[in-house]
T-cell receptor, first 111, second 114 residues
């Protein structure tokens, strides 16, 4: 069954606006990460938040984690056209050594 | 430093044929993973090598898929015989020993089975 599930599936915004994507998961995790995939390219690691952390920042990225609700959100502030990509959350489940990915959110930033 | 490279970038084959995908991980990375994304759905785990050993192959869909990692360097994923539902993007990723968190991905192989 699918572990990470992103919401929404697709998001279209104007340049300068903020973009928020959500991820829900089902099992106990050690950490949660967000990756970005530009069309035709591989996934690129963006940010990692550990299970004992609630919020983390990196540049224009802000990630929150609520382990009681088994959910996370990724906020991209002041979006740019170059942020257009698919974004995936991935969890490292307790006891496993491989990441579990969701189905992704397709973000389109209109210039 | 070279990243993870995959070959070919695209492959179009007919049902029943054989296809072999190759992945060259980042030099020195012990962990090598294969993932697959089918029809815009979730990215599904296929298997995980630590050096030349299969650590976890719980995601391999069936015995038509065979993965190898000779000498703990590059890896191949063979599909024989290919079926229509095997179409999708196959990603390879690698990471350093003991680091299962941060993966470095290749650009993927787009496989189309007609």
């Amino acid at each position: 069954s699918q572990q990470g599930e992103e919401d929404p599936q697709a998001l279209s915004i104007q340049e300068g606006e903020n973009a928020t994507m959500n991820c829900s998961y089902k099992t106990s995790i050690n950490n949660l990460q967000w990756y970005r995939q530009n069309s035709g390219r591989g996934l690129v690691h963006l940010i990692l938040i550990r299970s004992n952390e609630r919020e983390k920042h990196s540049g224009r990225l802000r990630v929150t984690l609520d382990t009681s609700k088994k959910s996370s959100s990724l906020l991209i502030t002041a979006s740019r056209a170059a942020d257009t990509a698919s974004y995936f959350c991935a969890t490292l489940d307790t006891g496993r050594r491989a990441l579990t990915f969701g189905s992704g959110t397709r973000l389109q930033v209109q210039p | 430093e070279a990243g993870v490279t995959q070959f070919p970038s695209h492959s179009v084959i007919e049902k029943g044929q054989t296809v072999t995908l190759r992945c060259d991980p980042i030099s020195g990375h012990d962990n090598l993973y294969w993932y697959r994304r089918v029809m815009g759905k979730e990215i599904k785990f296929l298997l995980h090598f630590v050096k030349e050993s299969k650590q976890d192959e719980s995601g391999m869909p069936n015995n038509r898929f065979l993965a190898e990692r000779t000498g703990g360097t590059y890896s191949t994923l063979k599909v024989q015989p290919a079926e229509l539902e095997d179409s999708g993007v196959y990603f390879c990723a690698s990471s350093q020993a003991g680091r299962w968190e941060k993966l470095f991905f290749g650009s993927g192989t787009q496989l189309s089975v007609l």
